[in-house]
């Protein structure tokens, strides 16, 4: 009799525990396996992009095999793509990625909220859809696009005598103009994640306290939406900041640009034998990029934590 109330409570504990989530402990990966699955990407990753850093790295710290004395360590190419043009050029490009990304991360919140909040399915999905496919709409055919439109004989500007109001596209400011077709769609896409987070209680508390709507965007969803904003500002100024086709189809040279210098430096344009001091401009945009990365990610990890 015992032994059958010490299976019955055996069982009703088993059953019980599996209830609970206390039954027996789940298998776990080993972690060779996890290696194992990994490897795959992080091979990709080391040949794609570590070899290539590799190499520019290393011919951004030597003189060429050409110069008198072949290859040899040197500080003159990190030292020479820190002054003159090549300086100039970094800071245009840091300057026209930062305020392009600040314009469309401000217009682009605002779009992504109606879509939100859209009752209409079909405008959600056409905007979104839309979105997808402008972000990643650029290089030559861009850059055709806003010549035929807004460019001195373009369309809109021969119809509405543009040119004798003092507009340029062939300028910082219209470059600007051109970066915006893709980096507010990028905007949308990145900001309508953090936007569905957002929950309706939040709202609605604020409302029975008595704040009104542009109270409650200023003291509750601002601030849970600020880390993903940030990162979505990031975001653009990486994707600007390494935008090379359409500023060399549109622009070329007339408006400083470091990708502009690198192919310049790389190609003969200017000065013959500059190819390492074209690699010493890549490492100096690699390590701009390395800080937006730092920035990046622990913002997205605040993020997840208010809109998980």
Do not use: C
């Amino acid at each position: 009799m015992s032994a059958i109330q010490t299976a019955g409570s055996d069982s009703r504990t088993r059953s019980y525990g599996s209830k609970a989530g206390l039954g027996p402990p789940r298998r776990r990966v080993p972690r060779v396996a996890g290696w194992l699955g990994a490897a795959p990407l992080l091979v990709f990753a080391t040949v794609v992009f570590g070899l290539v850093l590799g190499t520019m790295v290393a011919g951004a710290f030597t003189t060429p095999d050409s110069a008198p004395g072949g290859a040899r360590l040197t500080g003159a190419n990190m030292s020479a793509s820190l002054h003159g043009p090549y300086l100039t050029a970094l800071i245009g490009s840091v300057k026209l990625s930062a305020i392009s990304a600040l314009i469309a991360t401000v217009v682009g919140l605002p779009i992504a909220h109606v879509v939100v909040t859209s009752r209409f399915r079909t405008l959600r999905e056409a905007v979104l859809s839309a979105s997808g496919v402008l972000a990643n709409f650029g290089g030559v055919p861009l850059a055709f696009a806003f010549v035929a439109t807004l460019g001195n004989a373009g369309v809109l500007t021969s119809r509405f005598h543009l040119l004798g109001h003092g507009w340029n596209l062939y300028s910082f400011w219209g470059l600007t103009l051109v970066y915006l077709y893709f980096l507010i769609p990028l905007m949308v896409l990145t900001l309508t994640p953090a936007l569905e987070g957002l929950r309706r209680q939040w709202r609605e508390a604020a409302r029975n306290n008595g704040a009104n709507a542009f109270q409650y965007w200023m003291h509750v969803a601002l601030p849970i939406l600020m880390p993903s904003l940030l990162g979505g500002y990031v975001l653009l100024f990486g994707s600007a900041f390494s935008a090379y086709a359409t500023a060399a189809a549109m622009v070329g040279s007339s408006v400083p640009l470091v990708t502009m210098q690198i192919a310049d430096a790389l190609s003969g344009n200017v000065l013959v034998g500059q190819g390492n001091v074209a690699l010493a401009l890549g490492v100096d945009m690699v390590l701009v990029a390395g800080l937006i990365v730092a920035i990046q990610l622990p913002l997205q990890r605040r993020s997840a934590r208010w809109l998980a």
